[in-house]
């Protein structure tokens, strides 16, 4: 089974996204980059020098619905005849576009952002949205966990590797371990488990950084000799590149404990001090980390927590409660 990357142009931060393309019945791609020109022209160029065209493929498999993944999925469908669309069902939200939804709104509120940032994160959504097209979910075909992707010469299983969104998922190739991870595994950068309500109960806070750790450990079980990642390149040392985000995770989970004062914390003060100046998307990017790493410290029982009116205040944990 011959897997072939193609990298493609993207308009954001973190440049050029990765797809996969399956050279074998049935022709398959792993994420299809976001909804510009530039992309679907290096895509139709990339599958081109492969010797396929659009309406060759019969499967278009979604790693995450981020807009850099899963932006041409239903241009390319209709191109190609209606091919079908493979997503986890837990990307629902996301396939709607993130912060249309007044959960996610909550979880905003409940970490302290200040409501003009609020507005702005909302236009910054709004604004990514020409990016993807949506596509309703009677239209796509669920991904289930340890489902086998069938082709001429092989499979390819399903892992569910929630954490950098609660539908993420990587692909096996057992014959040589290796392991298409889009934006769960990726070699420069330490991805962030963004901040997502829980599909399966949206008045809470998916628990992001937990299932991301398991995630990691699960991918690090398979023994891979090859990780594919949504970004840059391919990764054939994972279990270097698992110390090392295990290692920065802990170095960033000292620092966030560090920051709960004795007055109260929220998760947006801890953002940023974190990082003092993000910008952008970085300010949403900064809340989310923060969160994430809050509710960890919560979860473990390093810190307390109390509401506010809608607003979560972390404290440092009363020496004299016992949990
Ligand atoms: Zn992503
Ligand atoms: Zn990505």
């Known amino acids: 089974m011959r897997v072939i990357p193609i990298s493609l142009p993207t308009p954001f931060y973190i440049g050029p ?146 954490g950098h969104t609660p539908g993420s998922c990587s692909f096996l190739r057992e014959a040589d371990r290796t392991i298409i991870a889009g934006d769960c595994v990726l070699k420069r950068i330490t991805p962030n488990p963004v901040l997502s309500p829980d599909p399966l109960d949206p008045s809470r806070r998916f628990p992001s950084l937990a299932e991301y750790l398991v995630s990691l450990a699960r991918l690090r079980a398979c023994s891979p000799t090859l990780v594919y990642g949504g970004h840059g390149d391919a990764i054939r040392d994972y279990e270097e590149l698992f110390h090392r985000y295990f290692r920065a995770f802990q170095e960033r989970q000292s620092q966030v404990i560090g920051l709960v004062k004795k007055n109260g914390v929220t998760a947006w003060d801890v953002g940023q001090a974190m990082f003092p100046g993000a910008d952008d998307v970085h300010r949403f990017l900064a809340v989310s980390e923060a969160v994430a790493h809050l509710d960890l410290a919560h979860s473990e029982g390093k810190i307390g927590v109390e509401l506010a009116g809608h607003t979560a205040v972390y404290k440092p944990r009363d020496p004299t409660s016992r949990i």
Not at 107 to 115: D, F, M
């Open 17 to 162: 996204v990765n797809v996969y393309l399956i050279a074998e019945d049935p022709i398959t791609i792993i994420d299809t980059g976001p909804k510009t020109k530039a992309t679907v022209d290096a895509l139709r160029a990339g599958l081109r020098a492969n010797g396929f065209l659009v309406s060759d493929i019969r499967r278009i498999v979604l790693t995450h619905a981020h807009e850099d993944h899963c932006g041409l999925a239903k241009s390319l469908r209709d191109e190609a005849n209606n091919a079908e669309v493979f997503v986890h069902d837990w990307e629902t939200g996301h396939r709607h576009s993130r912060l249309q939804y007044e959960e996610h709104r909550a979880l905003l509120e409940r970490a302290g952002v200040p409501e003009k940032e609020i507005q702005w994160m909302r236009r910054m959504y709004e604004g990514m949205r020409e990016y993807a097209d949506t596509l309703p979910d009677n239209e796509c075909v669920s991904l289930q966990d340890e489902a086998e992707l069938e082709f001429e010469s092989g499979t390819l299983r399903v892992l569910h590797t929630p």
